[in-house]
Structures are given as C-alpha cells and as structure tokens.
C-alpha cells in the first residue's frame, strides 16, 4: 500500500520500509556500517541498500549492545558476562570494568531515541505503553516471518528479543515482532524494572 508522503518518524513507528531505503540511498551504505560496527554490530554486512531493510545477518547480543548505545547518550558499554568473582568470605578474586567509548554525538542519540519513542507511543510497540515509564525501541520482522524481533530500552536497561529456528523456517504466519517477540521483552522489563 502506498502512503503518499512520510516523516522518518512516522516510517519508522509503522515499519514503513521504503523510507529507510530511501533514507540510506540519500546518506550512503558504507557511512551507514561504518556506524554500525562502531555501535557494536559485527555483520557481515551486504553493501547494498537492502541494508536497511535489516538483511545482514546480526546477532542479538549485537544489536541490543547498539540500542544500548542510544540509552547511554551515544557511549557503547561492551557487554562482559562476569562483573565480579568473591570467595566464600566475599572477597573479591577477580572483577571485570566494562568498556565505555562515545560513538555517537549525545544530541544524535536523543534524537534517534525520541524517534523510537515513538514507535512505543504510536507504532507498532505500542504494547510496551503498559509499563508506564519512558521507553523507546523497535520491532523487527523478517521475510517470510522466519524472525521476529524487539529490541528496546528504559533510561536504566537494554534488553532484546529474537523468537525464530536456527534453520531459516518461518515461524508462523503473521508472526511479527509485535506479536511474537515484544510479550516476551514485555514479561522480562515488567520483573527486571
């Protein structure tokens, strides 16, 4: 269906596609992973404008680590699994400091989360409004719903949600990000916070 003419913000709040190809046309595919690897997504990324239709393969660790990097105002915290080693005393035998780096200007980090604030507000996580507090984030479905995603975050936590098979069947029809992956992201932030 076509929708005449969009803002970003409304593109990205119902996963209107066509934007963001056009949008990547306009600023460039090698700009674009080259901010990707800073944020903390590995790819391999295919250097074409289906790039922006998600069709580099990433991983959920990767991904919610760049979302991480909005909540933080632009600074990547590399995710460690292991924060601190203590004896049976509590002393600590070893301990693990993250690594921070700013990787994006912190006005440029505002603004993108303002646009995936909306995407809570009036898009298609709009599910994620029960937890009453300020959220941004993004749903994710790929072709032939063989994934689903959510990806999203608070002020205070990132977390992210794939639900699919390793072998590239679909997962069910009409099983979108919304559906199938942001009730479980739901379930998780609604303990977690």
Request: proline share 5%.
């Amino acid at each position: 269906e076509y929708y005449g003419p969009n803002t970003l913000r409304k593109a990205l709040e119902n996963s209107r596609n066509v934007s963001t190809v056009r949008l990547l046309d306009k600023i460039g595919v090698n700009p674009v992973i080259e901010m990707a690897q800073k944020m903390g997504l590995s790819g391999p990324f295919q250097a074409n404008l289906s790039l922006a239709l998600g069709t580099s393969e990433v991983t959920l660790l990767g991904l919610t680590e760049a979302y991480g990097v909005l909540a933080n105002q632009g600074v990547l915290v590399e995710p460690i699994a292991i924060r601190l080693v203590t004896d049976s005393a509590g002393k600590i035998l070893e301990q693990n400091h993250p690594l921070a780096s700013e990787v994006l200007k912190p006005e440029t980090a505002y603004l993108t989360t303002n646009i995936l604030k909306g995407v809570i507000n009036s898009g298609t996580g709009q599910n994620a409004r029960v937890l009453n507090r300020p959220v941004a984030g993004k749903t994710g479905t790929t072709n032939d719903y063989q994934d689903a995603w959510f990806i999203g975050f608070t002020p205070r936590l990132a977390a992210g949600v794939w639900v699919g098979l390793d072998n590239h069947q679909t997962i069910g029809a009409r099983e979108t990000g919304a559906r199938a992956a942001l009730p479980i992201w739901l379930e998780f932030m609604q303990k977690a916070l």
